[in-house]
């Protein structure tokens, strides 16, 4: 049990575009999700957190208008990063909590913009 | 304030044994470590709570001694497998009941070789 799932895998977009991204908690019900950034060769960062019915708890420093996020049901999180730069790109991962220890991560997703 | 792991990386030939420490310079309420393989998300190992605690998983095992506000990540004949970034994050004491949150080091890169 404890899978998550994230839609895309990988994207390439234009710089000016939003991005979608999709987290989903596919065997159990997650009151609360998070949302990180990896760049290569270096640690998770959160962004924010985000909690089912609520707006999301964002990080210092992180945008709220730019990375939109959505907690519309217990099984779905998604972040919408809004007119992408390219120093937006990076590996977003999102992660999932269930009764229990430990935060079960999706796959990421690998945002490119040109 | 993000933990301080040691050291950055470490090459080891299957079957010798390692240790990762993790460090923090706040008061911690509980220490994840996670696994990380090259492109993948992060797959939880194991969680510790009380001061003094210890766990293993296989032949990994971890302790957190809660005085010194340090955990280390002990691998025993260690396997191929074996081979990712691993990473701790930590969670301060919450106000009231756990809030999940965690703050990652910045990793330490293993490499078993044969």
């Known amino acids: 049990g404890a899978v998550v799932s994230q839609h895309p895998s990988w994207v390439i977009c234009k710089s000016g575009t939003s991005v979608k991204i999709e987290c989903r908690s596919l065997?159990?019900?997650?009151?609360?999700m998070f949302w990180y950034r990896q760049f290569p060769k270096q640690s998770l960062m959160l962004m924010a957190t985000?909690?089912?019915?609520?707006?999301?708890?964002?990080e210092q420093g992180v945008e709220k208008d730019k990375f939109l996020i959505n907690h519309a049901s217990l099984t779905l999180s998604t972040l919408t990063v809004t007119s992408a730069h390219p120093e937006d790109s990076s590996f977003y991962i999102c992660?999932?909590?269930?009764?229990?220890?430990?935060?079960?991560f999706g796959p990421g997703t690998r945002l490119t913009v040109l | 304030q993000q933990p301080v792991q040691s050291p950055q990386a470490v090459i080891l030939r299957e079957g010798e044994d390692a240790v990762i420490n993790c460090s923090s310079s706040?008061?911690?309420?509980?220490v994840h470590w996670y696994r990380q393989k090259h492109g993948e998300a992060p797959v939880f190992l194991m969680i510790?709570?009380?001061?003094?605690e210890q766990k293993g998983h296989e032949k990994i095992s971890a302790s957190f001694n809660e005085k010194k506000q340090q955990s280390s990540l002990y691998l025993t004949a260690s396997q191929l497998s074996y081979s990712g970034t691993y990473f701790c994050?930590?969670?301060?004491?919450?106000?009231?009941?756990?809030?999940?949150?965690?703050?990652f080091g910045k990793g330490t890169l293993l490499t078993v070789n044969p």
């Open positions: 985000s909690n089912e019915g609520s707006k999301a708890t964002y």
């Open positions: 510790l709570l009380k001061g003094g």
């Open positions: 706040k008061a911690l309420y509980s």
């Open positions: 994050g930590t969670e301060m004491p919450p106000s009231g009941g756990s809030n999940y949150k965690l703050t």
């Open positions: 992660s999932a909590i269930r009764a229990g220890p430990g935060q079960f």
């Open positions: 065997d159990f019900q997650a009151t609360t």
